[in-house]
C-alpha cells in the first residue's frame, strides 16, 4: 500500500521520520514517500520503495510554515496515499484533508509535548492559556486519528484519556541496535562524556561547559560532542569554550549518516542530558537516551518529568540538577572513578534496551497498528536492499543532527 509520511518542520532525513518509521514501513512491504523539508546533508537511506520529496518554502518564520503545510497538501495529493503519518499537529490537519479526498488512514505521531511547548513560548502571562487552547486541540485531533502513537510514558497516559479505544501505542523514539555497539566502558587515557545531538541553551550548553571546567581540575576529560551547535546559540558557545580554556578538551567530529553515530559513540564512558527545566524537556524523551544505552554507557540525565522516570525504572543511570554546573560536574567525577558502578548502569541500560527498548521491539507495535488499520499488502516480500548512501551534490557543512 502506498504511505507518505508528512512533516512540515522536519528534513526528509529525520531520524524518526526516515531511519525509523520509513524504513520500517518499506521492510513490511509498502510504498513510503517522505514528504518534508529539504536536509542538510545528502545522505539518506535508499531502496526501491522509498521516496523522497523535498519541499522549500521561500518565506519565513509563521509564513513559512503555512506555506510548508500547503505544499505539504500539494504533494500529498499526487501520492493519493492508503495512510498518512503525521508528524505533528499540523501535519495531522493535512492527513485529514487527504482523508477527505482519497480516504486515507491518519495517524497522528506525538513527537512533543505541544501543549508544553505552547505554554513555554507564549510565557508568564499567556502560556497557560495557550496550553489550554493547545490541548483542546490535540484532544480534537487525536480522536479524529485513526490511530496515535506517542513517545514517552507522560504523553501516553494523556492521548489514553484523550481516546478511550486502544488506539494509542507508545513507540519509544529508540535505535535500531545493530548501528549502536556496546562499548567496553575501560577508561584509556581521558575520560570522555558524550553529548549528541543540537546544542544550545535550552539543552544545557552554557551548563555543561561550566561542569567541563570544574571536572578538567581534578579529571583528566574531553567532551565529545556529535551534533550542532544552534546557529542562533553558536557565537556564545565559541565565546564560553574560549572564557573557559576548553578547546583542547572537546572532540567535535564532522558530520555523519545517522547509522554510523553508534560506532562513535560507543567510544564514551558517559553519556549526558542536560536539558534544562520546561513542560516539554518533564513530557517528552529525548532520543539521546535511546543511543546512550544501547551503547551501554551510563547515563547522567535531569532530574523531574519522563526521563529520570526512565533511568530509575531501568537503573541505566543518576539524576540531578541540570540547571547546576557543580551537581553535573560532581555527577561525572563520581561516575568517573568507579568503573564498576559505570559498568553495572551501563549493562542495565543495555540490558533494558534489547529487552524491550529497541526499535525492533517498536516495529512489533507498527506491525499491529498496520494490521488494525488493514494496511497489510498481500505482497510482503521486499524486492531491493536497504542502502545509506549520498544522494545530492555536496555536504552542506552541518554535522549530524
Not at 514517500?33 to 531502496?47: A, L
Request: contains cysteine.
Amino acid at each position: 500500500m502506498r504511505i507518505a509520511t508528512l512533516s512540515s518542520g522536519h528534513p526528509v532525513d529525520d531520524e524518526r521520520t526516515t531511519y525509523k518509521y520509513a524504513l520500517s514501513l518499506v521492510s513490511f512491504g509498502h510504498d513510503v514517500t517522505v514528504i518534508g523539508r529539504s536536509p542538510d546533508n545528502p545522505f539518506r537511506p535508499s531502496h526501491p520503495r522509498l521516496v523522497f520529496d523535498e519541499i522549500e518554502p521561500r518565506s519565513h518564520g509563521l509564513l513559512s510554515r503555512l506555506e510548508a503545510l500547503r505544499l505539504l497538501y500539494q504533494r500529498g495529493k499526487k501520492v493519493r496515499p492508503d495512510a498518512a503519518v503525521c508528524f505533528g499537529p499540523d501535519a495531522v490537519l493535512i492527513g485529514l484533508l487527504l482523508r477527505h479526498r482519497f480516504g486515507s488512514r491518519v495517524v497522528f505521531d506525538v513527537v512533543e509535548c505541544y501543549d508544553g511547548l505552547a505554554e513555554a513560548r507564549l510565557g508568564r502571562h499567556l502560556g497557560r492559556l495557550g496550553a489550554f487552547v493547545m490541548g483542546l486541540l490535540l484532544r480534537l485531533l487525536a480522536r479524529q486519528s485513526d490511530w496515535v502513537n506517542v513517545v514517552s510514558p507522560v504523553t501516553w497516559q494523556q492521548y489514553s484519556r484523550y481516546r478511550r479505544d486502544g488506539r494509542v501505542s507508545l513507540i519509544h523514539n529508540s535505535s535500531r541496535i545493530e548501528w549502536f555497539p556496546k562499548s567496553d566502558g575501560r577508561v584509556n587515557g581521558a575520560l570522555v562524556v558524550l553529548h549528541e545531538g543540537t546544542l544550545d541553551r535550552s539543552r544545557g550548553m552554557l551548563e555543561m561547559l561550566e561542569a567541563l571546567a570544574i571536572v578538567r581540575q581534578s579529571t583528566a576529560v574531553r567532551m565529545l560532542l556529535v551534533g550542532r551547535i544552534r546557529q542562533e546559540d553558536k557565537a556564545l558557545f565559541e565565546e564560553s569554550v574560549r572564557r573557559l580554556d576548553l578547546a583542547g578538551n572537546l572532540d567535535m567530529p564532522a558530520w555523519m549518516p545517522y547509522e554510523r553515530i553508534g560506532s562513535v559513540e560507543s567510544t564514551a564512558h558517559i553519556g549526558i542530558i542536560a536539558l534544562q527545566d520546561s513542560p516539554n524537556a518533564r513530557g517528552s524523551l529525548n532520543n539521546k537516551l535511546y543511543n546512550y544505552i544501547a551503547c551501554g554507557l551510563p547515563v547522567i540525565a535531569p532530574k523531574g518529568g519522563a526521563t529520570e522516570r526512565m533511568v530509575e525504572e531501568y537503573r541505566c543511570g543518576c539524576c540531578v540538577d541540570t540547571s547546576s554546573p557543580h551537581e553535573l560536574a560532581a555527577e561525572i567525577i563520581r561516575l568517573g572513578s568507579d568503573g564498576n558502578l559505570r559498568a553495572e548502569l551501563g549493562s542495565n541500560g543495555r540490558n533494558a534496551f534489547e529487552r524491550e527498548l529497541s526499535w525492533h521491539r517498536m516495529e512489533e507495535k507498527l506491525r499491529v497498528m498496520c494490521a488494525a488499520l488493514g494496511l497489510q499488502d498481500e505482497d510482503t516480500e521486499v524486492s531491493g536492499t536497504i542502502d545509506v548512501r549520498p544522494v545530492g551534490a555536496q555536504v552542506r557543512g552541518l554535522p549530524y543532527h
